[in-house]
């Protein structure tokens, strides 16, 4: 490695900062310089609906380090000895005499740089549907801080006013929240039948789907956006979808992000098969003195092996690392990502890493599914919410394919386990055994992510038939005669039900005395309030002698369809 | 397996109902009895700090499931067709004729019966100190339902009144926290020098001993209880130490608990080196055809391999379903624990697993420490708070040894981090490339425990040499000299600072023109606040040329000693 290395850095928000920051440390000697073409630099981009709702007052709060020290051109010059040529844009990369032809913003004037090493950190850039009325005033995406100062302002303006939000992923409930504390009336549009897309099963995104309802916010599945209405001073007024027309002071786009590629599709390096750049573990794309990291570049998904494109600021900082590593002649690489992800609405919390239960349909794999809905901590405890896990498990290797979790209280602790265990390479029978930290405020004493990979480990070896809520509706969909036994108490079943014919009321308590009133022709699919005495109720009748019962997973709790609730 | 197997189960708190209750439903036609010397169930033993406290109002709250269903003698017999014998003693097993001798508490009746299996799950009893008055009315312990009756009546009519609580493990950290949410005024005397006893490296209780004095609770470290004092109607008046005597309506005595092995012993079963009783890993004792878990048996340290005594609860019900598995045929085995704990006090988080820095120095491994301290979610969010992380890495096998974090903050999702990379096998660096779920609300961009991974992997490739605080004020005790090198800004100085001769203050923006006033021959030891600026600062030192510069882990804000505060 010569002393006076020469590395650049195109791309100064998440990767590239923390590339050309750890290869200074490594090696201070190099020569670093980033080339961002907007002002700023490493600011958290995925505060900006933090700071759109107003809870983060300055957007330079989202530039600073933890201890308050703002990573300005300054900082990274004085204190990193790291070279900033901010408002600059990359024309063209030499590949040949390894030389970036830039342009500065500001001055115009031409800039030349050469390099030995160069990162692509060039991120990626918001999807603009193709309809009508995207370039009206008053309709904006999110991606950058200058974004997020445009919406703010006019939120500020336009408090009581109505937004549409078009597109239910992370970035729409979030900023569903975030407009919500600003004041203003919001309509959520999704194309989709559900929201976070394909991130979620249905009967996980149902819960979601109820705190939009639970805040008076509307959301509208399964509609397409046709087009944006303007007024004649070429201001937004109205979005018009195949369903209806909602009047509109402000509208968000956020239909997802992809990578920004055009730069090396003109260097002609390699683009891999999901659209972003094509990079080996090591980051280097096909050009070995090119590394891409970050939003622009490809990971490869931990559970299948195959590409994925999964943009997230935390996955950022890990490709900036081992770039660095590597730039510096250490061998780091990347092992992949999950597709974890997790976001708040109001009040409930929704994480989910791996493959949803259609996603590994999809992709051939013989699965087993848990329904685990139980307190976040000990239940005598005022302050036990609940949370609902469920689990994707590859029936033959019995490893853990993907978790959602979702509910007021703590999922993403449980979240966490789960992508340790995946990357791990164990089973989900191993998270049984975890030695879980325990103590009443902070979980129950066989934590819920230890329950549910008992409940995995049952399936496994066949303890307990059971149906999952989506199946037992299709059975009912389908007219199928069966007994849907509920085993809760009167008080229980008066408070709360499912509304069916086949819905039969003996409480666990009462079962063994009441087995007269239970054919043992007929199929019978138990179930409680979180299917622990549906489980029981199985295993009793089935002992008893029944030839054909099941239980219901989840229980009431988790039937994501309409049901009766008193008062 | 015969189709009428008899189970006898001695002990019904949390192993043996557990195990019971498995065993059903594994085997609906088992006859499984439950013989118990008390007449409650299936309790949350851990949660009786709760019920002191009056967090939980009824001790039934207890004794339900998370669904409100009341584990009483009823809910066993007629919901899971276990036979409950409560209020009955076993006197003698004749292990030769598989038949139990015991004796009802409140007929006086002999009862004989016969088992095919037996599981011993009679728990741990409370250790009473070789003192003088620890039979006084008003010293209580706390193990069962009636002691903590017994308190809460007493605790409610002394509110106001002063308590003394003799130890400082968890059980006195958490009822502290009991006491003082009943108004009462509380001393706490614990004969080491620090709370959780071993538990916790010097740094890290600090921080908890912070927060007794935050809330203005004595606590009395190193100070050794020579006896109670009483009046002369027999009731506690005062606690009288090696330093002083203590005024006391109530004494709470805490110091830890012991196995049950009374009954083994008697039985002539083996017992283990740590005193409890010693199973295999299938929980199987000497006796092919007895069983034994929860607070009576022995487990195996998941990191030494050697037998170690650690009562949890959450332990207690894994075990309940290892032994439950066994009997039915299932060959389960327990992997051993972590030692993993957590609690809280007020508004402090601290949890352990595996060994501290001086276990693994006592038992010979060469290891490298991180600490990291830093905000547990986004900084720029006020809901931010912080949390310190210690590891302690085999620098051989780069495996984590253990893990202790402190602090306001989300501590419990860190640390089951930890905890499942323990159990993976894998190293400490495994943890860097977890996909942990990121948002704003939930974690920063890089997660402190993925921050912490990346600092040892720092450390194991050499990459930055450091000291520990602890290290850092032996050099100091030691009158060495050298350069106590504070990186802040001047207004951090001001507010908070180590009050040293050593200690010389340059901003790290002013580093690479201040040379000049940094003699080469000196050591220097870089800090900031938590330390990242430290690290910059030694990169920067080093990389100029300096031959013998260091950072200090953690910065000022690990500094477990006094340090000058503003204001």
Redesign the interface.
């Known amino acids: 490695m010569p002393s006076k290395q020469k590395i650049v850095v195109i791309g100064g928000v ?1 990767c590239g900062p923390k590339a050309a920051s750890r290869i ?3 090696n ?2 190099a020569e670093v310089t980033i080339i961002e073409k907007g002002e700023l630099l490493s600011y ?1 981009g ?2 900006l609906p ?1 700071y759109i709702s107003g ?2 007052e300055s957007h330079n ?2 530039m ?6 703002v990573r300005d051109t ?2 990274f010059h ?4 790291i070279e900033i040529k901010n408002h600059t844009l990359v024309k063209r990369v030499d590949r040949k005499n390894k030389c970036i032809d830039a342009i500065s913003i500001l001055s115009g004037a031409n800039v030349e740089i050469p390099y030995d090493k160069l990162i692509l950190a060039v991120g990626s850039k918001t999807q603009v549907p193709p309809i009508e009325g995207t370039d009206l005033n008053g309709v904006n995406f999110l991606q950058t801080v200058e974004d997020a100062r445009k919406i703010r302002n006019e939120s500020g303006a336009l408090k009581g006013k109505k937004a549409v939000i078009i597109g239910g992923g ?1 970035i729409g409930i ?1 900023v569903t929240e975030a407009f919500k504390k600003q004041g203003m009336e919001i309509t959520v549009i999704e194309m989709l039948d559900k929201v976070m897309g394909q991130l979620l099963d249905p009967e996980i995104a149902y819960h979601v789907h109820k705190e939009f309802a639970a805040n008076g916010i509307p959301l509208k599945l399964s509609e397409r956006v046709l087009k944006i209405n303007g007024d004649d001073r070429g201001n937004v007024k109205s979005v018009t979808t195949d369903k209806g027309e909602y009047p509109a002071d402000m509208v968000l786009i956020s239909v997802g992000v992809r990578p920004n590629i055009q730069l090396a599709q003109n260097m002609e390096l390699e683009i891999g098969e999901t659209g972003a750049i094509k990079v080996d573990a090591n980051l280097r794309t096909s050009d070995p003195d090119i590394y891409a990291g970050g939003d622009c570049a490809e990971n490869i998904n ?1 559970i299948t092996g195959k590409p994925m494109y999964a943009p ?7 490709h900036g ?1 081992i770039i660095a590593d590597n730039i510096c002649g ?1 061998d780091s690489r ?11 609405l109001f009040n409930v ?1 929704v ?1 989910r ?1 791996g493959l949803t239960e259609k996603m590994a349909a999809d992709l051939g794999y013989d699965t087993i599914t848990v329904l685990n809905p ?2 976040d901590r ?5 302050e036990a919410k609940l949370i609902i896990i469920k689990l994707v498990v590859d029936r033959n290797t019995k490893k853990l394919l993907g978790a959602q979790i979702v509910g007021p209280g ?1 999922v ?2 449980r ?3 789960a ?3 995946i ?4 089973t989900v029978i ?18 819920n992510i ?1 329950t549910a990979a ?1 409940i995995a480990e049952n399936k496994l ?1 066949g ?2 038939k059971s149906y999952t809520p989506m199946e037992v509706k299709a059975k009912i969909d389908n007219n199928e005669d069966f007994i849907f036994l509920d085993v ?1 108490s009167p008080q229980e079943f008066e408070e709360m039900r499912i509304e069916d014919p086949r819905v039969k009321l003996i409480p ?2 009462k ?2 005395e009441s087995l007269d009133q239970l054919p043992k022709e007929k199929e019978i699919v138990a179930f ?3 299917s ?2 549906g ?2 109720a199985e ?2 009748l ?3 002698g029944y030839p054909n019962v099941s239980y219901m997973d989840g229980g009431v709790v988790c039937w994501p369809f309409e049901k009766f609730v008193a008062g």
Chains 1, 2 share one sequence.
């Open positions: 998440a200074k440390r490594l201070p000697d958290a995925c505060g933090f809870e983060v709060e989202l600073a380090t933890p201890t308050g020290v300054f900082f004085k204190v990193k000895g992370l979030e931990r997230m600021g935390s996955t950022a900082n890990k690392r250490i990347s092992k992949g990502v999950c597709g974890t992800a997790i976001c708040k919390n994480a890493t139980s307190p000990a239940h005598f405890l005022k703590d993403a602790k979240m966490e386990v992508v340790s265990n990357a791990s390479g164990g191993d998270i049984a055994q975890y030695d879980l930290a325990y103590a009443p405020p902070f979980s129950p004493a066989m934590d230890i008992n070896n303890f307990g809760r666990l308590g079962l063994r409680c309030k979180i622990l005495r489980y029981e295993r009793l089935t002992g008893t």
